[in-house]
């Protein structure tokens, strides 16, 4: 069937259209679109990265972008390497952790298995950080579970650990404010055995 010209603009029109709202439509991933003011150097994205740092990433290129650690605690193929970053106003020291393990079975490569930062300048792609609220964080993760809480005992501050497992995020929480943001594989435990690295820190009951 041959269809006239004006036909064919028409139909051409209409599906332009089409095209144009089906593209406005698109709204981008929470966990994926950067904000504007964020840069990527400083981008939180749940179960993937805190900055350059990646969920997988190899430490070889973890060390060439960090250098060696300031601290950590290594056991069993299994290690924490802690980073300390003094704050600009020189009163509060944040820190950067990673912890790794052996990629597979070969037991040759260690690879990024969780990211932990106590530093306000990274931030999710919607703008939360640490300083933000749980009221906040639970808005934006609504199946974050208490996983435990510990007594600091170098503070003696009660820490609350909540965790997003399907999303690969979790926080840790002081009087409502969040401390420091975790990223780990979606579908997988966080790992929070850093909590017992000061002997004096006490697991609590959850009713506690």
């Known amino acids: 069937m041959k269809l006239s010209k004006t036909a064919l603009l028409i139909l051409g029109a209409t599906l332009s259209a089409c095209q144009s709202n089906s593209s406005g439509s698109k709204t981008s991933s929470p966990d994926t ?12 994205i749940p179960g993937k990265s805190i900055g350059d740092l990646f969920i997988g990433q190899d430490m070889t290129a973890v060390a060439n972008i960090m250098g060696e650690p300031d601290a950590g605690d290594a056991a069993m193929g299994k290690a924490w390497g802690i980073w300390y970053d003094e704050n600009l106003s020189g009163k509060e020291e ?23 930062t106590t530093a306000g300048k990274f931030k999710t792609p919607d703008g939360m950080s640490v300083g ?20 600091i005992g170098s503070t003696g501050d009660t820490v609350k650990f909540f965790d997003s497992r399907s999303r690969g995020i979790s926080a840790e929480i002081v009087k409502s404010t969040i401390k420091a943001l975790s990223v780990h594989a979606m579908n997988s435990d966080a790992v929070e055995s850093y909590f017992t690295y000061d002997p004096k820190t006490i697991k609590l009951n959850q009713d506690q």
């Open 33 to 44: 679109a950067a904000t504007s003011n964020t840069p990527q150097a400083e981008l939180i």
């Open 94 to 116: 944040t820190e950067i952790s990673i912890y790794s393990s052996y990629k597979d079975s070969t037991m040759m490569v260690k690879s990024v298995k969780q990211i932990r």
């Open 132 to 151: 933000s609220t749980l009221d906040r964080f639970q808005a934006a993760y609504p199946d974050i579970q208490l996983r435990s809480q510990y007594r």
